[in-house]
């Protein structure tokens, strides 16, 4: 693959710490499907890599921990009929990973007031909205 594979900023997967696999793929492709290895398996070590920032790598380590296998994350592509974009689609959904595992926290929300003003306009449109039904009914008329 020649294109770098950026997380995020600067950072940048290295290539030498990238592991692939290749092994044949089911789906479509006919003949040619029994032929060639069009699966591919991409394999990083996040445990033992010194490309991400320790920080990233903590908070990595601890959301994909459900993922990971020996610190190593692998993700699979199967869905094209070339190695070609497969590659390209396991590097995508790789990089992709890391970005949202290594995002900061989001900040703490702020609790605030409902103001007095909106819930009373609620409470009267409800009331004006029962009497408009209330006055549906066929109740008065005998």
């Keep these: 693959m020649s294109a770098p594979h950026v997380i995020r900023g600067s950072v940048v997967l290295p290539e030498a710490e990238l592991v692939w696999r290749f092994s044949r793929s089911s789906g479509p492709g006919g003949q040619h499907v029994n032929t060639s290895d069009t699966r591919v398996e991409l ?7 010194e490309a991400l920032p320790e920080v990233w790598k903590r908070r990595a380590l601890e959301r994909l921990a459900g993922r990971l ?3 190593v994350i692998t993700v699979r592509a199967a869905e094209h009929r070339s190695q070609w974009r497969n590659r390209e689609a396991a590097a995508v959904r790789l990089t992709a990973l890391l970005a949202e595992a290594t995002a900061p926290p989001p900040k703490p929300r702020r609790p605030t007031r409902v ?4 819930n009373e306009r ?4 409800k009331k004006q909205r029962s009497q408009t039904k209330r006055g549906r009914s066929p109740g008065g008329w005998e």
Excluded: A, C, K, V
Aim: net charge positive; glycine share 22%; hydrophobic share 20%.
């Design 43 to 49: 394999s990083f070590d996040l445990g033992r890599t």
């Design 115 to 118: 103001p007095r003003g909106i």
């Design 122 to 125: 609620r409470l009267r449109e």
């Design 69 to 71: 296998t020996g610190g």
